[in-house]
T-cell receptor, first 115, second 114 residues
Framework: AQSVTQLGSHVSVSEGALVLLRCNYSSSVPPYLFWYVQYPNQGLQLLLK??????LVKGINGFEAEFKKSETSFHLTKPSAHMSDAAEYFC?????????????FGQGTELSVKP | DTGVSQNPRHKITKRGQNVTFRCDPISEHNRLYWYRQTLGQGPEFLTY????????KSRLLSDRFSAERPKGSFSTLEIQRTEQGDSAMYLCASSVSGVTYEQYFGPGTRLTVT
C-alpha cells in the first residue's frame, strides 16, 4: 500500500528564511504528487502538483517543489518565509493507474514563522 | 465557479444519534470524495463517487456510515448511532477524472459527539 512520510511534524523558521518541508513516498511507480496547505478550521488549498513533465514545479504564494524519482521525494521549498505562511502543510499522492483517485496524505507539518 | 460547499459547518450531537452531512461539488466535476480528519492528522480517505457510482470505500467506513450521490451532483454522508470516536472534521472534495487529477476541497463539517 502507498504511504507518505513527512519528516518533522513541526518546523519553525524566521521571517525571510528558507522554508524546507520534506515529503517521501513509497511506491514502485511514481504517483501523482501534491502539496496542500490548511489554515485553522478551514479546508485544504492546493499549493502545487506534479503529474508529468518538468520535475521542478512552481505553485502559489512563491512555493515550489521538486520531484526526485531516485529519492522518492517531493520536498516543498520557499526562498523567503512570510508570516502569512504559518499553517499546516500536507503532502499527498494518488495512483496514476486510476486517473488520480483517492489521495493518500502524510501526517502533516505545522510551519511556524517567527518575526 | 463557487467552489465546493459543505453543510452544516458544525454539528454537535449526542452519542447514539444519527447525523447527515451534505456536500455540493464544483459544477461539472464528476468525482466526489469524502475524507475524515482528526486533530493533528492528515485527512483519511473514506469513499468516492464517479457520477452516481460509488467506486471505492475505505475499511474505515464501518456499516454505520453510508454515502450517496443519487443524481451525480450533491452527496450526503450519514453516520448512524454516532460514537465519540466519530468526532472529527469531515471533508468533501471534487475533481474531474482524467483531466486535472487534483482535488478541490470544501471547508469541512466539524462533528462533535458528546
Amino acid at each position: 500500500a502507498q504511504s507518505v512520510t513527512q519528516l518533522g511534524s513541526h518546523v519553525s523558521v524566521s521571517e525571510g528564511a528558507l522554508v524546507l518541508l520534506r515529503c517521501n513516498y513509497s511506491s514502485s511507480v511514481p504517483p501523482y504528487l501534491f502539496w496542500y496547505v490548511q489554515y485553522p478550521n478551514q479546508g485544504l488549498q492546493l499549493l502545487l502538483k506534479y503529474t508529468t513533465g518538468a520535475t521542478l514545479v512552481k505553485g502559489i504564494n512563491g512555493f515550489e517543489a521538486e520531484f526526485k524519482k531516485s529519492e522518492t521525494s517531493f520536498h516543498l521549498t520557499k526562498p523567503s518565509a512570510h508570516m502569512s505562511d504559518a499553517a499546516e502543510y500536507f503532502c499527498a499522492v494518488s495512483d496514476r493507474g486510476n486517473q488520480g483517485g483517492k489521495l493518500i496524505f502524510g501526517q502533516g507539518t505545522e510551519l511556524s514563522v517567527k518575526p | 465557479d463557487t467552489g465546493v460547499s459543505q453543510n452544516p459547518r458544525h454539528k454537535i450531537t449526542k452519542r447514539g444519534q444519527n447525523v447527515t452531512f451534505r456536500c455540493d461539488p464544483i459544477s461539472e466535476h464528476n468525482r466526489l470524495y469524502w475524507y475524515r480528519q482528526t486533530l493533528g492528522q492528515g485527512p483519511e480517505f473514506l469513499t468516492y463517487f464517479q457520477n452516481e457510482a460509488q467506486l471505492e470505500k475505505s475499511r474505515l467506513l464501518s456499516d454505520r456510515f453510508s454515502a450517496e450521490r443519487p443524481k451525480g451532483s450533491f452527496s450526503t454522508l450519514e453516520i448512524q448511532r454516532t460514537e465519540q470516536g466519530d468526532s472529527a472534521m469531515y471533508l468533501c472534495a471534487s475533481s474531474v477524472s482524467g483531466v486535472t487529477y487534483e482535488q478541490y476541497f470544501g471547508p469541512g463539517t466539524r462533528l462533535t459527539v458528546t
